[in-house]
Every structure is written in C-alpha cells, then in structure tokens.
C-alpha cells in the first residue's frame, strides 16, 4: 500500500505568473495548487529568469551547489514564494550566467546556444534542492524536455537520496525534444551506458524527451487524443515506434482551467463582467474590444478571435490561405500573437489591406482576456494540439470555438449538430484551408441566421466546467502507478 498523503516534486520551465510563453505555464500555476488541495505535499521549482523580479521573492540563506561533470560544481542562489493564492511554496534557482538573459529559451538568432547546458543544470539544481530542504519526494513530476532528464538523473547519478522515487513526465507538446550534442552525456553524468537507441541516443544526438519517456515511471500527455496521436506517424515526431513501445505507462489526462484567472464574471481585465444569466454585459465587452482595435463598433457583426504562437502548429497556414477569402464576407477578425516572421509580416501586411482585419503582434495577457470576452467566435485551426487552453478558456466566455479536431481540441469541442442542437462549437477535419474556410463560414452562417440555437449553445458552452479536481485524482492515480513501477526495478 502507498502512503495517502504524497511528496512531490514539481519541475517546469515555465510558471504562471511568474514566466509564461505558452500553455505550460498555465498548467504549472494550477495543477500544483489542485494536487495540494487533495492533501498532498508538493513544491514547485521553476528557472529564476532575469525577468522575474527578486522583490517579492525570499532569499534562502544557503548557496546551492549543482554538479556539471567537467565544469565542477556551480553555485546557484535560490529564492522562494509561494502560488498566488495558495500556500504551494515555489523554489527560483538562480544563475545568472544561465538565466539572466532577456527571453526565456530564444532570442532573435534562435534557441540560446546552451540550452542543453541551462536545463542540465536546472533539472540537477531541483534535485539538489530537495536535498538542501530535507524534502524526500515520492514522485518527481517532469515537465517537457526541459526536465526530461530529471527521471534518469534520479535513478543514477542522484540514486543515493532518491533511491525510493518514482517519476512521470508529461508531454505537453511532442514537437520539441531537447536535441543536442551528445557531449551532453557527460555533463548530465549518467553514464554513457544510457547514450543506446532505446534511450538517449537518436541518429548521433543526445534526444531528452525520448530518454525521459524511457526512463520514466510513467509518461502522460495533456489530452486522451494525443495520447493516441503521437504513436502514428502523423503526429508522432519520428517517435512514434518509441512511445508506442511504452504506451503499457502512458495517460491521457486532459488539461484543467484556473477559473479565477478564466472567468468572466471575475475577469479584472473587462470593461463589465458577464456571465450566462447576464449575457448583455458581452456586448459591451465587444463593443469595448472593436473600440481598443478601432473597428467599426457593430454590435451585430460577428467578430471572431485568434490568440497564439505564431507558428505551424497553430494552423496558420491554412489561415494564411483562406483569410482574405473570408474578410469577403460581413465579419471582424482579431488576432493577437507572436511568433514567426512570416507570419508577422504576412498578417500585418493582410492587416494592413483589409479594414476588418486587426492585429497586434505580441504578448498581451490583458488583450487575451479581452479578446475571449469581446469575440463571438473563436478560431484555432491547429495542425496538432496536445489539449490547447484558449479553446477551453473560450467555452467558459461563451465564445464559440471553431476547430481543427485534433488533440485536445477534438476531445473538448463537440461539433454544432443542427438537427439536434448538440454541440459547443465547430470543427473540421482536413488540415486543409478549404475545410477551415467553410466551417468558419458555417458558423457565421448560424449566427447570422439562427441567432437562438447560437445563444443556446453559447449557454451551453459556459456551463461547462474543466475542472483541475478532476486532472489532479487523475495524476494522483498515475502516480501510485509510478511508484508501483519503481517499487518492481
Ligand atoms: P500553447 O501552449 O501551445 O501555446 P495553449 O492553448 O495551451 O497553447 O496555451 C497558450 C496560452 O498562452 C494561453 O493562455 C494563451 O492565452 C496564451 N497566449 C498565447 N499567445 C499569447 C499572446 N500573444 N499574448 C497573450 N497570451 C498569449
Ligand atoms: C503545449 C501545447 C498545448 C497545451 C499546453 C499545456 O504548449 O502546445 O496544446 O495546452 O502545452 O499543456
């Protein structure tokens, strides 16, 4: 029998609010604090970026050292705090010659050059930490390749103090697995017995993600579908017959929300708060969102919402393809994003042509809220989406979502069913621009022309709940699994 109450140890990269460039960090912030409240003990460790101010953060007393194989020991300070809004304690090692850097993985030539270096360290410093604090963990939770490590590292060069440990990781996005030289093997100090075709090793790299899947108790991802997508060939990454050959440890548990960051009846970015009972206050959401992009104030045209990364996954191919055709007809499009040039540069230049299309490159997260309250619509037409939040976030603003049904797109929207009025929103299936164009145009269609079935299934939509309570009994499960597996080695 495994103990009830559990200690873990939460890795990531990213962590709302402290550090976000996509949906990771939104789990980070949430999950842990979901975990603690199902009675567990849990502290979250995350890299302290220069760009997290020290202010509100507490010094711990004592210097942590890190072993890095040739370059010896280094030094890192740690400072701590806790989740907004809970008493999960959150750990920021810090080092400045790793972290003290503008961005966060990039800057405009690419990924830093060391990265394989900077989470090296980082993954070796959480487990130092836990060793500094007395904390004895049940479970490491990795997240990503960035932590991917951590599970090997555990079981081999840390074994002495984690020797009763298990690990899972967890996918939150297939397509970057943490390539690079395999000189790396001698800074991660596991041996070079691990640099084999069933672990670490892929063509002549060092493949972190694939060695974590490997060396994990258990592996999950953010969403049944992609569970089972990313052992075909569409979606797996080249890793496919890997996953495939541990898919006997691998879960599907799909993404909660924080519904007190997502919610418009709380939301502080709003010009008014809503809710279903009170779905006037939308408009003025609307109205408010067309006034900040200067748009036409039109209450009656259906505007619809894009907020994303900029690049492949989010589809935005097929948007390039199919946008001018669709500002043909009576609608506004909002995007709000960052990401590849040409992207930036074609959708400025649309933007530029076209009056009902609006832009704003960058990151905004007062802009996302507003832009989930203001929209009718909401379109995300990924090529493959692990679970994608904003599509969630939506149902809850009662903004239809309109989807490619991959991942957790396709596990959380059902499609709009005329003759029965099922649904929550529309979905395609072709990754194609032709089958993006008429969906959208499908669901303009219904809101010009069934306006009640469109506000039953907004209705409908902001009902529903995601709830983290749920995900977390779901990794508590996952994790008695883990330890079931560490117990057999
Ligand atoms: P991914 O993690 O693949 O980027 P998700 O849908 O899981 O996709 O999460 C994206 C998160 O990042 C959402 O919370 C979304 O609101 C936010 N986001 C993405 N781009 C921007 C942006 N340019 N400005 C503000 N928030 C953004
Ligand atoms: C990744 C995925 C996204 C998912 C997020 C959080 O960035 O691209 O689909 O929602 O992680 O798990």
Not at 300 to 311: M, N, P, T
Not at 398 to 427: W, Y
Not at 438 to 466: C, G, N, P, S
Request: charged share 25%; hydrophobic share 40%; glycine share 6%.
């Amino acid at each position: 029998m495994s103990k009830e109450k559990l200690n873990i140890l939460f890795a990531a990269a990213e962590v709302v609010p402290f550090a976000k460039t996509g949906g990771l960090a939104d789990v980070a912030g949430a999950l842990p604090k979901a975990l603690k409240e199902l009675g567990h003990e849990i502290i979250v460790v995350m890299p302290r970026y220069y760009t997290i101010e020290l202010q509100h953060l507490e010094k711990l007393p004592a210097p942590l050292g890190v072993p890095m194989g040739v370059m010896g020991e280094l030094w890192a300070a740690v400072y701590t705090a806790t989740l907004p809004q809970s008493d999960v304690k959150i750990y920021f090692i810090d080092y400045e010659h790793y972290f003290g850097r503008s961005n966060l993985y990039e800057d405009e030539n690419g990924g830093y050059h060391d990265n394989d270096n900077r989470f090296i360290f980082f993954s070796k410093a959480a487990l130092q930490l836990c060793k500094m604090l007395h904390f004895t963990p049940d479970i490491i939770h990795a997240n990503d390749w960035h932590t991917a490590a951590m599970p090997i590292l555990s079981k081999t060069r840390f074994v002495h103090d984690f020797a009763y440990t298990a690990s899972v990781l967890t996918i939150h996005n297939l397509q970057h697995q943490g390539s690079f030289y395999k000189g790396l093997m001698d800074v991660m100090e596991i041996g070079w017995e691990h640099f084999n075709p069933h672990e670490f090793k892929s063509f002549d790299s060092v493949n972190l993600l694939k060695g974590g899947i490997t060396t994990a108790d258990a592996v999950t991802t953010v969403s049944k579908k992609y569970a089972q997508e990313i052992q075909t060939q569409e979606f797996g990454f080249g890793l496919q017959e890997h996953i495939k050959a541990h898919a006997h440890k691998l879960f599907g548990i799909l993404n909660g929300v924080d519904y007190k960051e997502w919610n418009p009846s709380l939301d502080k970015y709003l010009i008014k708060n809503y809710d279903f009972d009170a779905m006037d206050e939308k408009k003025a959401c609307k109205k408010d969102l067309q006034c900040h992009f200067a748009l036409p104030q039109r209450e009656d045209v259906a505007l619809i919402g894009f907020v994303g990364r900029l690049v492949e996954q989010k589809g935005i191919g097929l948007l390039s393809s199919a946008i001018n055709g669709l500002l043909d007809k009576d609608i506004q499009v909002v995007m709000l994003g960052t990401g590849e040039k040409w992207a930036e540069d074609f959708f400025r230049e649309v933007a530029y042509h076209r009056e009902n299309f609006v832009l704003h490159i960058g990151y905004s997260n007062e802009l996302a809220h507003k832009i989930e309250a203001g929209c009718d619509m909401f379109l995300m037409p990924s090529l493959f989406e692990p679970c994608g939040l904003n599509q969630i976030y939506s149902l809850r603003y009662g903004t239809l979502p309109i989807v490619r049904a991959a991942g957790g797109l396709d596990d959380t929207i059902v499609n709009f069913d005329t003759q029965h009025e099922h649904g929550n929103g529309f979905k395609f299936y072709d990754a194609t621009s032709e089958a993006l164009y008429y969906t959208v145009l499908w669901a303009i269609d219904i809101y010009y022309r069934d306006k009640a079935a469109f506000e039953r299934m907004q209705q409908k939509a902001m009902h529903e709940h995601f709830s983290w309570k749920d995900a977390a009994k779901e990794y508590e499960k996952v994790y008695r699994f883990a330890i079931e597996q560490r117990r057999k080695i």
